[in-house]
Structures are given as C-alpha cells and as structure tokens.
Nanobody, 125 residues
Framework: QVQLVESGGGLVQAGGSLRLSCAAS????????MGWFRQAPGKEREFVAV????????YYADSVKGRFTISRDAVKTTVYLQMNSLKPEDTAVYYC??????????????????WGQGTQVTVSS
C-alpha cells in the first residue's frame, strides 16, 4: 500500500510558475512509476507526465512538453512537477499517482492503483 500526499497548488497568473510536490509513504519504491494527471472542469482526467523511479527516465504529454518538468528525490521518496509558462488551459485539479512498475503504457491512468487527493491549480489570464 502506498499513500500519496500532494501539495503546492494555488492561483497564478498566465506565464507564471508553480511547483507541485507528492510525497509517497512507502520507503521502497525503486521500481515504481510515479505520474501526474490532471482533470479540468467538465473534462476527463488526462496524463501529464511520468517518471520511472529506477532509471529516472521521463515521459510527457505533448501539451506540457518544454514547459513542465517532472523530477524525483529518491531520499525523500517525493516526486515534483515544476510548471513554467503556465496557461489558463492548464487550470485543473492535479493528481499524483503511483504504480509498482514502469512500462510504455504508464501514461494510462487505469493502470495506477494509488492516487493522491488532488491539488487545485488555477491560472488566470
């Protein structure tokens, strides 16, 4: 069992930056994939980014590539999402998720059994 606790959401103007954090309760997640997803009002939840804990490889949605950076702190078992050049269309509830291994399908939310509570990100124009 893994518990995920997110923090760092808030209100920011377009063009600004925010950093989200997600702390995992489990100390041993060496093979895990940890990802970020988001859900805007009236829309389905969508993939944002994922990191393979074992080799630090990363994969991003096209909509955030070049603006968002996912990173991990192996000591703290925490994953971060640095969001730069934010746009109003980035407004959503952002969720951290974890699964026990990384695969090429790690952009699919249905494969993740562990989820955080979500944190609101609002980008004003």
């Amino acid at each position: 069992q893994v518990q995920l606790v997110e923090s760092g959401g808030g209100l920011v103007q377009a063009g600004g930056s925010l950093r989200l954090s997600c702390a995992a309760s489990r100390r041993t997640i060496s093979s895990y994939a940890m990802g970020w997803f988001r859900q805007a009002p009236g829309k389905e939840r969508e993939f944002v980014a994922v990191v393979n804990w074992s080799d630090d490889s990363k994969y991003y949605a096209d909509s955030v590539k070049g603006r968002f950076t996912i990173s991990r702190d192996a000591v703290k078992t925490t994953v971060y999402l640095q969001m730069n050049s934010l746009k109003p269309e980035d407004t959503a509830v952002y969720y951290c998720a974890a699964r026990s291994y990384y695969s090429t399908s790690s952009h699919s939310e249905s494969l993740y059994p562990y989820w955080g509570q979500g944190t609101q990100v609002t980008v004003s124009s």
